[in-house]
């Protein structure tokens, strides 16, 4: 059973950083492409960042050079680095895995604000 948890949201003043965690069990972790989503009030789920097995990376525009994902294969987790943080960075942080079908978590809250 795929079983994906995040943690390490809450609430940063802007400029600050956060570090997510996504904690993954139940399928051959290593062996596939991770990303992290996020969906803020009212808006569409968002595609931040991906790494696969190979440690290859991809960013959306909006985070590139703030962001920074990363792997331990040793620990099944995949983690989101975010630094110099903006109040539009507010929303739910949700990680995920394409198999045959995609799992989702049950994400994790960040809030930006001063």
């Known amino acids: 059973q795929v079983q994906l948890v995040e943690s390490g949201g809450g609430l940063v003043q802007p400029g600050g950083s956060l570090r997510l965690s996504c904690a993954a069990s139940g399928f051959r972790f290593s062996i596939y492409t991770m990303n992290w989503y996020r969906q803020a009030p009212g808006k569409q789920r968002e595609f931040l960042a991906g790494?696969?097995?190979?440690?290859?990376?991809s960013y959306a525009d909006s985070v590139k050079g703030r962001f920074t994902i990363s792997r331990d294969n040793a620990k099944n987790a995949v983690y989101l680095q975010m630094n110099s943080l903006k109040p539009e960075d507010t929303a739910i942080y949700y990680c995920?895995?394409?198999?045959?079908?995609?799992?989702w978590g049950q994400g994790t809250q960040v809030t930006v604000s001063s």
């Open positions: 790494i696969s097995s190979a440690d290859s990376s």
């Open positions: 995920n895995v394409r198999s045959l079908i995609t799992y």
